[in-house]
């Protein structure tokens, strides 16, 4: 959250809605902090872990296989990461940590040209050339030497589109339209006329509200850079939410150092098995907790307020079971279903949430054994397609998993021990949809058998995969529901809006967490405020 969080009594009651990574890390920092504290956590579902899943299922000749459904790698500049690493040190998983290595085959990126031909994001002087000399590199040249002459914005520190912004910065619209729209589609599932510049894209929108332009900022940091002390990255001191990890655990900061300081040379890190080993790894700690409680299979219905007296707060669930005396309800849900939650006289509250809707990603992951169907050129982490696409099958980017997975190597063990590395197989997902879903405002999901079938013609368009090939795969089709929130213009303002309404209606006893009030939507950045919020409460 933005704003801050009082401590909590002794033996306080907390309820944490949402047993996804923000709520299961909310809940274990917290417990660990606070073992005089109780903890009780609702799940909808019956698995906790949320978007994290690691699906185990069984491909056309009955063999277990696992498919990533949401997410499945980290990014590894990230204190978020370093939470996560030495969480599963502490619980004796750290076997499990799988990395990247910078300029490996799976650490290339791939773009769509409007002739639905890969071409390489720029990692080199060839790539560079290769990328300038297609559409795509279109206005990148002329872009970049004038962004220095170009003018500010006329309102500065006023939030925009990241598409105004870069336009204005860059003179020309085939960067927003090529690249950019690519990058953020990757992240976001949005478009770039409707993203904050502000939250979204905030180095070259700070960079122009404080220096002037992205050109001067460079040399600013460069003649900073010339002129302060470079501290060795191993005796500059941890500071921020590592800082106080350290503290509130009394962890070794040296040791803390090392591992953030190694971490920062890979571009992604992975896990063995599947992202979902650390969400399944913290809630299996979090059973043996005395002072936590995990109900799954209960979708709460309802919050609970009682008149000003009264200071805890309840909660209603499905069942028609009523939760009641909690000092403290944490909320890790996205905006539009924590309205759904509201007492039916907060109007003006569930009204300002229901400002910020989600997108939908519709996942479809292809698996074929014993055989690489990838062409070695096109082996990447995967490839996004831009606005500048004609792109009929609605398809955001597509992630080649089982390249990812080859090159993952083991980040505390011997490199040699990937069985993945020699193995010939191929594994696709493709994501569809997210704002191309919307008809209205209003996600609209076809078939599976009409997706599938768009991104078998994808697949063998853009990768050139017979049609051979991809009937003898195994398809999975899922559809992360309203998965992703879209943080439109002004976003920040709105979240600092509703989390100062949140506070003059419920005081301290609400928080809210989660990808909707994160500084990022990532994986790390959920943790790290998950982290920050249980600190302010249990210090
Ligand atoms: C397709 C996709 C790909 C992604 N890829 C990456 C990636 O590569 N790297 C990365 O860092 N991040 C990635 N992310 C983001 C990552 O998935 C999120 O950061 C993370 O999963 C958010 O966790 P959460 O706990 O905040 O939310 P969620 O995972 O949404 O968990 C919320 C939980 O609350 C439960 N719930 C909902 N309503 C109720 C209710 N009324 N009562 C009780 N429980 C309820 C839900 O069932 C769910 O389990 C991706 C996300 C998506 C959708
Ligand atoms: C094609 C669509 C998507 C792909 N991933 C996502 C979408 C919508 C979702 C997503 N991916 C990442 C995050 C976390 C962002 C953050 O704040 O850290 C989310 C919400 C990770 C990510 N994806 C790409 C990059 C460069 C990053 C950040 C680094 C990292 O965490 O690994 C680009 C990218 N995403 C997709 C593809 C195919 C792709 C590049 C080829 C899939």
Redesign the pocket.
């Known amino acids: 959250m933005l704003t801050p969080l009082t401590k909590l009594k002794s033996s306080a009651k907390v309820a944490v809605v949402g047993g996804g990574v923000s709520g299961l890390c909310f809940t274990y920092f917290l417990s660990k902090l606070r073992p005089d504290v109780k903890v009780t956590l609702f799940e909808s579902q019956n698995r906790t872990g949320g978007w994290i899943y690691s699906c185990a299922t069984k491909d056309e000749s009955g063999r277990q296989i696992m498919v990533e459904k949401g997410?499945r790698?980290?990014?590894g500049v990230?204190d978020g990461t370093v939470l996560i690493i030495d969480t599963l040190r502490d619980l004796g998983k750290e076997a499990v940590v799988q990395k990247i290595d910078k300029g490996c085959t799976a650490d290339k990126?791939?773009l769509l040209d409007p002739s639905d031909k890969l071409v390489q994001v720029p990692d080199s002087l060839t790539t560079a050339l290769k990328f300038l000399l297609n559409p795509l590199g279109k206005g990148l040249i002329p872009g970049m030497l004038g962004e220095w002459f170009r003018k500010k914005s006329q309102h500065p520190g006023q939030d925009e589109s990241v598409e105004s912004i870069i336009n204005r910065r860059f003179g020309n619209k085939s960067m927003s339209n090529n690249m950019i729209s690519a990058?953020l589609?990757?992240?976001?599932?949005d478009d770039v006329s409707l993203l904050s510049a502000k939250r979204t894209f905030r180095k070259i929108y700070y960079n122009e509200l404080k220096h002037g332009s992205n050109t001067q900022a460079m040399i600013d940091n460069m003649r900073e850079k010339s002129k302060g002390k470079k501290s060795e990255d191993s005796q500059r001191p941890l500071t921020g939410c590592l800082n106080d990890y350290v503290k509130a655990f009394g962890k070794n900061e040296s040791n803390l150092l090392d591992l953030s300081n190694k971490l920062k040379r890979y571009?992604?890190l992975g896990l063995a098995g599947g992202l979902e080993k650390f969400p399944q790894v913290v809630r299996n700690a979090l059973n043996k907790f005395d002072n936590v409680e995990i109900v799954t299979n209960e979708p709460v219905v309802q919050i609970v307020k009682h008149d000003a007296n009264v200071k805890t707060i309840g909660l209603k669930v499905q069942s028609g079971d009523k939760y009641e005396g909690f000092d403290h309800l944490r909320l890790t849900i996205t905006p539009s279903k924590i309205a759904k939650l509201l007492p039916k006289n907060e109007d003006s509250l569930s009204k300002l949430l229901n400002e910020i809707q989600s997108n939908t990603?519709i996942l479809v992951n292809y698996y074929l054994p014993n055989k690489d169907v990838l062409d070695a050129g096109q082996h990447g982490?995967?490839?996004?397609v831009p606005k500048s696409n004609k792109n009929p099958g609605k398809l955001?980017?597509?992630?080649f998993d089982s390249v990812i997975e080859r090159n993952f190597k083991p980040l505390f063990g011997v490199d040699s021990q990937n069985p993945n590395a020699s193995k010939k197989y191929t594994k696709l997902t493709a994501?569809i949809g997210?704002d191309m879903l919307n008809e209205h405002g209003v996600p609209v999901v076809p078939s599976r058998e009409v997706t599938i079938s768009a991104v078998k013609d994808a697949l063998n368009h853009h990768l050139g995969i017979s049609n051979e090939d991809l009937e003898a795969g195994h398809w999975e089709f899922t559809v992360a529901d309203r998965c992703?929130p879209r943080f439109h213009v002004g976003y920040d303002a709105w979240q600092e809006k509703t989390e100062k309404k949140f506070q003059e209606t419920y005081g301290q006893t609400v928080s809210l967490g989660g990808m909707g009030f994160a500084r990022?939507?990532?994986?790390?950045?959920v943790i790290v405020d998950s982290f920050n919020d249980a600190l302010q409460l249990g210090r």
Not at 185 to 189: D, E, H, N, T, V
Not at 520 to 525: A, H, K, T, Y
């Open positions: 997410p790698t980290l990014r990230s990126k791939f990058l589609r990757g992240i976001y599932g571009p992604m990603i982490f995967g490839y996004l955001l980017g597509l992630i994501m997210g992703l990022s939507p990532g994986v790390p950045d």
